[in-house]
């Protein structure tokens, strides 16, 4: 969708909006999108690029509503002149009011970008960012995003947020045993754990304070005993 609208934005008009930026400070409410830019330096073509990628919230919010543990949609320019997030948020939030251009060339840092770029990702293809501690107080999270290509071009990267509570939510649900269930990252950090205690941490929680020293190296062909414990360890694919 995006790459299609892009294909067609010399043909568009200029984004005419206003632009979440300071001092400037706009209410449209959160089902509204957030475009976060600065309107020194926008140019004709930046503009329109805008006009391409807003009807993206419109995907967003319906895509959103009925799937909660979806936390934020993205849209980065390669341009790096804006950001575009759903929903809407106060940017003073988003972005240090007292530098914003050094803080929103900061978001073109964040592997949910960087993944994305030709160099990274020459075969184009979607990817799951590191998981990591969302800024705004929703616990761990992590994103699954694309490259986005009109022809040869490199547009850009689109990405949605996921709540990784949602899967502690899911293991809470399985009925109770004498085992425990846990989703754990390659580096060794629980992801999701069925009490949520991982969920809703301020940092990464080692494995290890849940499981301590036990080997959770994966198995195969089952359950394979390790000292006093039996493990079953799989691998989830992106």
Known sequence: FVAQNLTREAALSE??????????????????GLVMGDPALMTPAIRREITAITPLFALARA??????????SYFFSESR????????????AMIDPHTPRQSLQGYFDYPL??????????????YWS?????AGGAGLMVTY??????????????????LL????????????????????????NLIATADGRAAHAPAPVPARE????????????????????LVLANPITG
């Open 15 to 32: 984004y005419a909006e206003p632009l979440d930026w300071p001092p400037e400070v706009r209410q449209p409410g959160a089902e509204q």
């Open 63 to 72: 895509m959103q509503a009925s799937r909660p543990y979806l936390r934020w």
């Open 81 to 92: 002149g804006f950001v575009a997030i759903y929903p809407w948020s106060d940017p003073s």
């Open 113 to 126: 970008y960087t993944l994305g770029l030709p160099r990274n990702d020459p075969e184009k293809s979607a």
């Open 130 to 134: 590191p998981v990591y501690v969302d």
């Open 145 to 162: 995003a694309a490259p986005v290509w009109s022809g040869e071009r490199f547009g850009g990267v689109v990405g949605t947020d996921v």
């Open 165 to 188: 509570s949602h899967l502690s939510t899911l293991l809470g649900s399985f009925p109770e045993n004498a085992g425990q269930f846990a989703v754990i990252d390659q580096h060794g």
């Open 210 to 229: 849940m499981f301590g020293a036990t080997d959770l190296s994966l198995t195969q062909n089952g359950f394979v005993r390790r000292d006093a414990d």
